[in-house]
């Protein structure tokens, strides 16, 4: 069974608090926007491992591509009224 956007969004905020988490996509591939506090500090390539870390076993086995936004909320605020 492929995954939804729901099961990924689930997933994700089952493991990383999430200001605001949206997903989309197909069933293999997934696009998502992700604003967290816990990306305060940190590059983007160690965002995203945090995103895959909270996947887990989804990353490796049912999702074959994801493209990430990740963003803190306060760049989510500057891109929101910018």
Request: hydrophobic residues 40%; negative net charge.
């Amino acid at each position: 069974m492929l995954p939804t956007p729901d099961l990924i969004r689930e997933t994700i905020a089952r493991d990383l608090p999430c200001e605001h988490l949206q997903v989309a996509g197909d069933g293999a591939h997934f696009q998502a926007l992700i604003v967290s506090r816990e990306f305060e500090g940190l590059r983007l390539i160690a965002r995203h491992q945090r995103v895959y870390a909270a996947l887990g076993e989804r990353m490796k086995a049912e999702i074959h591509a994801l493209s990430m936004r990740t963003l803190t909320p306060a760049e989510y605020q500057a891109q929101s009224h910018g």
